[in-house]
């Protein structure tokens, strides 16, 4: 396993491996990676002859406001758990190599952007967009591995290389979760001893909704005023979102007759977290 900073370095690597026939996978990250992230490896290693981890903290991605400066990062953390999961290329490039002097191409999708995460966080598809489709261009990847925990970004990417008529499978993991059920994410880490246990309320919430579901439930509003009520009993939690949306468009819908996914997002103290469930997974 190594690691490469430049384009150039990964298109070399990529192209000797295609001389030998070899299958490349790609798992784009933002670094300091976890067990959900090593799922996503895992998966790719073996559908895949290679696979590479990109590890880059994507500035577009993040407005303003957001913790582009603070985000966590750990390379030689990150480098040992690629290479215990058998990935064999890190891409880990500066800004500077992503974004060049002048920089002013960008990729944007209207409709799937505009519910759940897009609402608070106007800039960041387009930012997810960008990055992803240059890794695809950078990389030339047989299949790409994301996480089910953002739900919203998967549906986004699958739209992306469907319009856009990329050259690659998308495949979609499921959500990898600690062993009290808080879905596993590198914004865990901002978490004090109190806010890491007040934040169950996330996956608790996610487990009234999906019974109720399993139940029989299928009036949207019952569903998301249950969870709401049930988040609402935790005084260190703000609500952002708790919405069901059409699984393809990602638009509200207020029945459950197609296949829908449930999502929330949810401040604990300053620490924004989302979880979510798939109706079709109940």
Not at 13 to 23: F, I, M, P, S, Y
Request: charged letters at 20%.
């Amino acid at each position: 396993m190594k690691i490469v900073t430049t384009v150039q370095e990964v298109r070399q690597q990529v192209a000797e491996w295609r001389k030998q026939g070899l299958t490349v996978g790609l798992v784009p990250t933002m670094g300091y990676l976890h067990e959900g992230h090593a799922s996503l490896i895992d998966r790719s290693v073996s559908e895949n002859d290679r696979t590479v981890v990109s590890d880059f903290v994507n500035p577009m991605q993040f407005g303003p406001t957001e913790d582009l400066q603070t985000y966590p990062r750990d390379i030689d953390h990150d480098a040992a758990l690629v290479e215990a999961h058998g990935g064999d290329l890190i891409f880990h490039p500066e800004p500077s190599e992503m974004y060049h002097e002048g920089f002013s191409s960008f990729v944007d999708m209207t409709v799937l952007t505009q519910e759940l995460c897009g609402l608070s966080r106007p800039v960041h598809f387009r930012g997810v967009c960008t990055v992803v489709t240059k890794l695809f261009n950078i990389v030339q990847p047989d299949a790409a591995y994301f996480g089910k925990k953002d739900a919203q970004q998967l549906a986004v990417i699958r739209h992306m290389v469907d319009d856009l008529n990329m050259n690659l499978r998308i495949v979609g993991c499921p959500i990898v979760r600690e062993a009290d059920g808080l879905a596993k994410s590198s914004r865990n880490t901002y978490l004090s001893a109190e806010e890491r246990q007040a934040a169950l309320v996330l996956s608790q919430s996610i487990r009234l909704g999906s019974d109720m579901v399993h139940n029989g439930t299928t009036d949207c509003a019952a569903i998301i005023s249950a969870m709401q009520e049930h988040i609402n009993t935790q005084p260190l939690a703000k609500i952002d979102y708790v919405k069901i949306v059409d699984a393809a468009t990602m638009q509200p819908i207020p029945t459950l007759d197609r296949p829908a996914l449930c999502a929330i997002a949810v401040y604990i103290g300053k620490t924004r977290l989302i979880d979510n469930f798939f109706t079709e997974d109940v």
